[in-house]
């Protein structure tokens, strides 16, 4: 099994190593309006300078157009100045004149885009390196005012460790149970309401089946209106006695480190 590191950006915004490839998922955005920790304007400044801890980025990913996960202009400005090898994000039909006019000068610098918003429990597998497979899978964002917004998950298999980050997915059984069920996963990366809720906690269970379950997308602790760090600390008892780990990940360059003795 070889060595896996995951690198807290800004609220869900993570950055993936293995070996020589960088995957950054949901890690450009800079938008207000939430409680949510933005991209800086520092990082920001790595990342278009190529600068550690950005000095590569091969991959960006992007499970949903929402302002603390994605801005389609940010990303746009990122990409003239470095080229990635592709880009998946959500489709056209799912987004804004931002993601269309991202779409366009995609196109124009000749960068691979693939299209997602794929429906709640599709799947799609992309080999993106030696070693490295993306699998995406469908879901729908959580909260019934967000059920038109499609969610994508995304697995990656990197070198036989196998990571699932959900962004915002609805804790639906059916939307993983073709997909996952079946996958001995490493580790799955859960929002705070997806680790508190009940539904949720039987697929984290039943169907995730992972030791090592990471709940990112959590605001400072000194601007927390949902009191989410609290709602944590409070569901991690139901996961006692279950064989459970469960990791908070909310400080920026906290590192996790899978296929080692170093988680």
Known sequence: MSYVEVELVANAGVLVS???????????HCEDGHPFCKVSPTDFRL?????????????????????????????????????????????????SNELENLYDLVREAGIEAQ???????????????????????????????????????????????NLLFTGDADHVAEYYEESLLSVELDAVFVNPIFYHNSEGRKIIRDIFRSENVVVY????????????????????EHYSGCGIHTHIFQEKRQKLNFGSSNL
């Not at 490295?132 to 019934?144: A, D, F, K, N």
């Open 18 to 28: 293995y070996g020589e490839v960088n995957i950054l998922i949901d890690g450009i």
């Open 47 to 95: 990342m278009k300078t190529g600068a550690p801890p950005f000095a590569r980025l091969d991959y960006l990913l992007f499970t949903h157009e929402h302002p603390d996960h994605f801005t389609p202009a940010m990303v746009g400005e990122q990409l003239k100045h470095r080229p990635v090898k592709a880009v998946f994000m959500p489709a056209r039909r799912c987004g």
């Open 115 to 161: 299209a997602l918003g794929l429906n709640p429990g599709e799947s799609k597998k992309y080999e993106l390196d030696e070693g490295i497979t993306l699998t995406v899978v469908g879901t729908r964002h959580m909260g019934p005012q967000y059920q038109n917004v499609p969610n994508d998950c995304f697995m990656l298999s990197l070198g036989g460790v």
């Open 217 to 236: 997308h959590l605001p400072s602790d000194e601007n927390d209106p949902l009191q989410l760090r609290l709602t944590v600390e409070r569901a991690m």
